[in-house]
C-alpha cells in the first residue's frame, strides 16, 4: 500500500503527465469531417527562406513577425489561426475590395508619431490596425520610408527605426496578397509562386496541376464551399503524395510540432516545478521533492523530445542560429541539474534547473518574434554539420555549464541573505537571551539536511559546502567545454579560411569565458576564495557568458537601434545589473552577521555539525 | 579536491582571506623545516605566485572586453595591432568606461604581448617550482604544456604568417598576391633592359606622411594627405585638390573612417593619397596628384624625358606559378539569394615545379599548394570583366600548432577532471 505521501507525490507527476498528454492529444486532432480541411490544407509544402516547409510553418512565421503572436482575432474578437488568415490574405487581390484579408487587425503599431503619420487613433492593450484602416496614407508612409532609408543605419532614429518595421510588415503581407510569396509550385530549380504561374498562364502555357488544385481551394474557400476546398486540398495532397512522397510526412510532422509550441509547454510547467521547489523547502521536503523531479523528468522528455524533432525536420545538429542556442541551454541546463538533483535531493539543483530552463526558453520566444521562422539556412561558409555539430555545441555547452554554475552560486547567496533574514526575525521572536535558539523552531521531521535547514541554518549545514562543490564540478566541466570549443571554432577557422585567431567580437567572447574559468579555478586551487567566493565568482560569470551570448550581437547595432535588439539589450544589462547586486550581496559578510545574533547556540550548532567547513566561507 | 592543483607558493590558509578562522590546523607545519632556498628558486618562487595568475587573468579579461570594444569604431587588424600584439596600449577612457560615458583621455595598459610574456613566465616559473611527474600532476603538466604551445602558435602566427587575396576574373589568370591591409606606393620604371624596375614605399611610412626622400626613388615624394580609407566623389568644378579621371569626369577622394570591426559586412578598406612629387635636390615641383586603390591602372608620369608609372596598390607578391579560373559556381538555396556554396575550378601552372593541372577550390575545401593554402574567399562582379573570385592565400608556418594545442589541452583536461570526479563518485560511494 502507498502511503498519502507517495499518493500526492505521484499525484503530482501524474497532474504533468495530464497536462503533457492532453496536449499532444489536442495537437493531433485532425479536421472534423464536416467543414474546411485547414489542417490538411496547412501540411501541405512550400519553400520560403530557402527551405521545403508546410503552409502552416509559412503562415505562423509571417503572422508571427507582423502580429506579434501565431494566431489573430477576427472582427468578432474570436481568435483564428494563422492559416485562416493566409488564405484570406491570398485571396486579397483575388476578391473585390480585397476582402477580409484587408481588415484583419494585424499590424502592430505602438509609436505614436507612426500612428500619427498614419491619422490614427492610439488603441491601448491591442494596438493593432488592420490595411483598409490606413491604406489611404500610405503614400506619406512611403515618403518616410524613402527618407529612413537615406539615412545611415547608425543615425537612425526610433521612429525611422518604426517606419521601416511597419513598411516592412507590410510588404510581407502585400507580397502575399499578390501571390509572390510563397512559392508554391515545384519545378527542377527554384519554386513559382501562384502569381508568376498565372503569368505564365496568360501567355499560354497549360497551367502546373498545383496552381489549379491551390486556385479551386481559395476560390471554394472564398465562396464557403468547403466540400469544394476539400476536394481541391485532397488532389493538391495527392500531386505531392505521388511525386514527391518524401515530404509529405515530414510537413505534417511539423504542423504537429507548431500545433503543439513544445518549447511554449516546457516554459509553463518548468515554471511550475520551480513553485514547487521553493514551496518543497517550507515544508513536505520528501513529497513535493520527489513530486517536482520526477515530472521535471517528464518535461525534460518533451523538451528532448522537441529537439530532437528540431534537427530531424533541419537536418541539422542542434544549435544553428540564436534561438536554437536558447533552447539547447535550456535543455542542457536541466539535464545537469536532473543529475545533481538525483544525487542531493535538496531542491536546489530543481530550483535552478527549472529557472534557467524556463528563462532560457522564454528567450527562445523572444528571439522567435523576431526571426519568424526559427529554421532558417546556413550561409554559405557556416554550411557543414561536422563543425556545427562539435564546435557550436560544444561552446553552447560551455555556455549551459557557465549559466548552471552562475545560478547556483544565484543561489547561494539567496541562501545565505535569507539564512540571515531568519535568524534575524528568531532573534527578534525570541529575545537576545533566547535559551532555544534555531532548535525552538519545529522539528523538521520530512526534512533531510541541507533541505528545510538550508534557507535557515545555511553556514551550519552541509549545505554550503554541497553547493560550492556542485558550482566548482559545474565550472569544471564549464572551462572544458569553452575550451574545447573555443579552440575548435579556432580550428574550424584555420580550415575555412586561415586564421586560427582573428581577435574579432564573437572569438573574444568565447575567450572571455575561457578566462574567467580559469581565473575562478586558479584561485580556487590558490585557496584565495573558498565557499563563498566561487559562489560569487560564478554569479559574476553569468555577466561574461550573457556577453558572450548575446552582448556581442549588439556592438554593430549601435546605439540609436531600434526594435527587438533595443529591447533585448536593455534586458541584457538589467540581467547583468541584477547580478552584479547579487554578487555584492555574496561579498557582504552575511556569515559573520548571523552568528553574531546568536552566539551561544550556534557556536553549539556548529561544533554538532560533521562538517567543519562552514567555519571558514 | 584542490590539492592537485599546482599550489601558491604560501600555503593555502596564510592568504589573509578575511574571513578564514586562525584555528585551522597548521598541516604544512610538518613539512618545515627545509634545506636553505637558493636565491633562483626564492625568485621563481615569488613569480609562480598563484595569485600573480589570478591578477594576469583579470588583467587579460578586460584587455580582450576592450579590445572588443574597440572594434566598435576601429577595424580588427588596427585593434590586434593596438590591443593584442603590442607590449603596452593606451586605452581610451570612453572605452575603459564600456562606451557608456564620452569622456577624453586615455590609459596606458598592458598589451597583450606583455601579459602573455608575463603569464608564460608565471606558467613556467610553477611548473619549475613544484615539478614532479605523478599520475595526479599529469593532467596539468599536459594542459599546461598545451597552453604554452597555443600562446607560442599565436606568436609565431603574429611575427611570421602572411595573409593575402588573389584576386582572378573568369578566364584570366594572376600570378601574385595582394595584401589589402597593406597599400604601398609604387614607383615603376621600364629599364633599358625592357624589365619593370619596381621601387615602393610600405604602409607604414605612408601613414606617417611628410617628405619621403630615398636614393632609390626618382624623385622626392611628400604625402599631402592619406586616408586610410575613401570613396571617390565627383570633384567640384573649382577644387585646388588633385583629381583622377575616370568615366570622362573628374573625381577627388573623401576619407570615409575605417571600416570597424563589428560591421557586419567586411568590407577592404580602400586607401587614397594626395602627393606632390619633387626633383630630387633642387625641391622643385613636379606636380600634385592624387594616388589611389580605387583605380587599378596607375598615373603615367614624365620626368626629365623618362616615363614612370606611380600608383597606390595593395602590396603585391608575386608567385612563381600561375591561377587561371576557367569556372566560378556559384549555387542558392531555392527561391533565395543566399548562396549555399561558392567553388572556383583553377588551372594551375607551375613550371617550377612541373606542373599542370586543373583543382577546384571551394568553401570549406581549400587547396594547399607550395607552403601555401588557398581559401575559397568570396565573388564578385569585377566591372567591365565579369565574375570574379577571391581566394584568400595564408602563409603561417605555426598552424599546426593550434592542432597539437588543443589536442593536448582537451586531452589534459579530460584526464585531470576525470581523475576529480572519478575520486568524487568514489567517496560518494564510500
Known amino acids: 500500500m502507498l502511503k498519502t505521501a507517495h499518493w500526492v507525490q505521484w499525484g503530482i507527476v501524474a497532474l504533468f503527465g495530464l497536462y503533457v498528454g492532453a496536449n499532444l492529444v489536442r495537437a493531433g486532432l485532425g479536421d472534423p469531417d464536416k467543414g474546411f480541411h485547414l489542417r490538411e490544407f496547412a501540411a501541405l509544402p512550400v519553400i520560403e527562406g530557402g527551405r521545403v516547409k508546410p503552409i502552416d510553418t509559412f503562415a505562423r512565421s509571417r503572422l508571427l513577425v507582423i502580429n506579434h503572436k501565431q494566431t489573430f482575432k477576427d472582427g468578432d474578437g474570436k481568435s483564428r489561426t494563422a492559416t485562416e488568415w493566409l488564405l484570406d490574405a491570398m485571396l486579397t487581390k483575388l476578391v473585390k475590395g480585397g476582402g477580409p484579408g484587408m481588415q484583419h487587425k494585424i499590424f502592430r503599431i505602438e509609436n505614436e508619431e507612426v500612428l500619427g503619420l498614419l491619422h490614427l487613433e492610439p488603441r491601448p492593450g491591442s494596438w493593432r490596425y488592420s490595411l483598409a484602416e490606413f491604406e489611404n496614407h500610405i503614400g506619406d508612409l512611403q515618403t518616410e520610408v524613402d527618407r529612413a532609408k537615406s539615412v545611415e543605419a547608425k543615425n537612425r532614429t526610433v521612429y525611422d527605426g518604426k517606419v521601416l518595421e511597419l513598411a516592412h510588415h507590410i510588404d510581407l503581407f502585400v507580397r502575399i496578397a499578390l501571390l509572390e510569396s510563397p512559392a508554391v509550385v515545384p519545378t527542377s530549380g527554384d519554386w513559382l509562386s501562384l502569381g508568376q504561374e498565372l503569368r505564365q498562364a496568360k501567355g499560354g502555357a497549360a497551367p502546373h496541376p498545383v496552381a489549379i488544385h491551390l486556385f479551386e481551394a481559395l476560390k471554394s474557400y472564398h465562396e464557403g464551399d468547403a466540400a469544394g476546398f476539400n476536394e481541391a486540398v485532397k488532389d493538391y495532397g495527392a500531386f505531392f503524395q505521388k511525386k514527391m512522397p518524401e515530404l509529405a510526412g515530414t510537413t505534417s510532422l511539423e504542423v504537429y510540432f507548431n500545433e503543439l509550441e513544445p518549447f511554449y509547454l516546457c516554459c509553463v510547467l518548468y515554471t511550475f516545478i520551480f513553485v514547487l521547489a521553493c514551496v518543497s523547502w517550507l515544508g513536505w521536503f520528501e513529497t513535493l521533492n520527489r513530486g517536482a523531479f520526477w515530472s521535471m523528468v517528464l518535461v525534460a522528455l518533451v523538451h528532448t523530445w522537441a529537439l530532437a524533432i528540431r534537427i530531424y525536420i533541419q537536418g541539422r545538429p542542434p544549435v544553428t542560429n540564436l534561438y536554437s542556442s536558447a533552447i539547447f541551454i535550456g535543455w542542457g541546463c536541466v539535464l545537469t541539474c536532473l543529475a545533481f538533483e538525483y544525487c542531493y535531493r535538496n531542491s536546489i539543483a530543481l530550483a535552478v534547473g527549472s529557472v534557467t530552463g524556463a528563462l532560457s526558453l522564454l528567450v527562445a520566444h523572444f528571439l522567435a518574434l523576431d526571426a519568424g521562422d526559427t529554421m532558417e539556412m546556413m550561409q554559405a561558409v557556416l554550411d557543414t554539420n561536422f563543425w556545427l555539430a562539435t564546435h557550436v555545441t560544444c561552446i553552447t555547452l560551455g555556455y549551459t555549464a557557465m549559466f548552471v554554475a552562475g545560478f547556483m552560486g544565484v543561489t547561494y547567496v539567496v541562501a545565505m541573505a535569507s539564512s540571515l533574514v531568519f535568524d534575524l526575525l528568531s532573534a527578534r521572536a525570541e529575545g537576545p537571551a533566547g535559551p532555544a535558539g534555531p532548535t525552538a523552531r519545529p522539528a523538521a521531521s520530512d526534512s533531510r539536511d541541507g533541505a528545510r535547514a538550508f534557507f535557515t541554518r545555511f553556514f551550519e549545514t552541509e549545505a554550503s559546502s554541497v553547493m560550492s562543490k556542485m558550482i566548482y564540478g559545474v565550472l569544471c566541466f564549464a572551462m572544458f567545454l569553452s575550451f574545447t570549443g573555443t579552440v575548435l571554432g579556432g580550428l574550424w577557422a584555420d580550415y575555412s579560411w586561415g586564421r586560427f585567431w582573428g581577435w574579432d567580437p564573437k572569438e573574444n567572447g568565447a575567450l572571455l569565458i575561457v578566462i574567467w574559468c580559469a581565473l575562478i579555478l586558479h584561485a580556487r586551487w590558490g585557496g584565495m576564495v573558498k565557499h563563498r567566493g566561487i559562489a560569487v565568482l560564478a554569479v559574476l560569470g553569468n555577466i561574461v557568458t550573457s556577453w558572450s551570448w548575446f552582448g556581442t550581437n549588439f556592438l554593430g547595432v549601435g546605439l540609436h537601434s531600434y526594435g527587438f535588439m533595443a529591447g533585448a539589450m536593455f534586458w541584457l544589462v538589467a540581467f547583468d545589473l541584477v547580478m552584479l547586486t547579487v554578487a555584492g550581496i555574496g561579498m557582504l559578510p552575511l556569515a559573520a552577521w548571523a552568528r553574531s545574533l546568536r552566539p551561544a547556540p550556534a557556536a553549539a550548532a556548529a561544533q554538532a555539525e560533521p562538517a567543519p567547513v562552514a567555519q571558514h566561507v | ?430
Open chain 2, 1 to 430: 579536491m584542490q590539492n592537485t592543483a599546482i599550489q601558491a607558493g604560501a600555503p593555502p590558509t596564510a592568504n589573509g582571506h578575511a574571513t578564514a578562522v586562525t584555528a585551522e590546523p597548521p598541516r604544512v607545519a610538518s613539512r618545515l623545516p627545509r634545506p636553505p632556498k637558493s636565491p633562483a628558486m626564492q625568485v621563481l618562487e615569488v613569480l609562480a605566485d598563484l595569485r600573480i595568475t589570478v591578477v594576469l587573468f583579470a588583467l587579460s579579461l578586460f584587455l580582450v572586453f576592450w579590445g572588443t570594444l574597440a572594434q566598435v569604431d576601429k577595424g580588427v587588424w588596427t585593434v590586434v595591432a593596438e590591443y593584442f600584439r603590442s607590449p603596452v596600449v593606451w586605452v581610451p577612457l570612453k572605452i575603459v568606461f564600456f562606451r557608456a560615458a564620452d569622456v577624453r583621455g586615455a590609459i596606458p595598459y598592458p598589451g597583450g604581448w606583455l601579459l602573455g610574456a608575463a603569464l608564460l613566465v608565471n606558467l613556467l616559473a610553477a611548473h619549475a617550482v613544484r615539478f614532479k611527474v605523478s599520475w595526479r600532476r599529469s593532467g596539468i603538466l599536459v594542459i599546461h604544456a598545451g597552453i604554452v604551445i597555443m600562446m607560442l602558435g599565436e606568436l609565431v602566427t603574429g611575427l611570421f604568417a602572411v595573409e593575402g587575396n588573389m584576386s582572378i576574373a573568369e578566364g584570366s589568370t594572376s600570378n601574385y598576391t595582394e595584401q589589402y591591409l597593406k597599400p604601398e606606393l609604387a614607383v615603376v620604371s621600364i629599364a633599358s633592359d625592357h624589365k619593370d624596375h619596381v621601387t615602393v614605399v610600405p604602409t607604414d611610412r605612408l601613414r606617417r606622411g611628410g617628405l619621403i626622400a630615398d636614393s632609390q626613388l626618382p624623385f622626392d615624394v611628400v604625402v599631402d594627405e592619406y586616408m586610410v580609407n575613401s570613396r571617390l566623389v565627383q570633384a567640384p568644378p573649382d577644387t585646388k585638390l588633385p583629381t583622377v579621371a575616370l568615366e570622362g569626369k573628374r573625381w577627388i577622394a573623401q576619407e570615409r573612417p575605417e571600416g570597424a570591426g563589428v560591421d557586419t559586412d567586411q568590407k577592404v578598406d580602400l586607401a587614397s593619397m594626395s602627393v606632390t612629387l619633387k626633383r630630387k635636390g633642387t625641391g622643385q615641383v613636379i606636380g600634385s596628384y592624387l594616388l589611389t586603390t580605387h583605380l587599378l591602372q596607375p598615373n603615367w608620369i614624365e620626368v626629365d624625358g623618362k616615363e614612370y608609372q606611380v600608383s597606390l596598390r595593395f602590396k603585391r607578391t608575386y608567385k612563381p606559378y600561375t591561377f587561371r579560373l576557367d569556372k566560378l559556381n556559384v549555387s542558392y538555396y531555392p527561391n533565395t539569394d543566399k548562396p549555399k556554396d561558392y567553388s572556383s575550378f583553377i588551372h594551375l601552372t607551375d613550371p617550377s615545379q612541373n606542373e599542370d593541372r586543373d583543382v577546384r577550390i571551394w568553401m570549406n575545401h581549400p587547396l594547399t599548394y607550395a607552403g601555401e593554402t588557398f581559401y575559397q574567399s568570396g565573388v564578385h562582379r569585377e566591372p567591365g570583366v565579369g565574375m570574379a573570385t577571391t581566394l584568400q592565400v595564408v602563409h603561417n608556418p605555426g598552424w599546426m600548432m593550434p592542432y597539437l594545442s588543443c589536442f593536448l589541452v582537451a586531452g589534459g583536461m579530460l584526464v585531470h577532471f576525470g581523475q576529480n570526479l572519478y575520486r568524487f563518485l568514489e567517496r560518494r560511494a564510500a
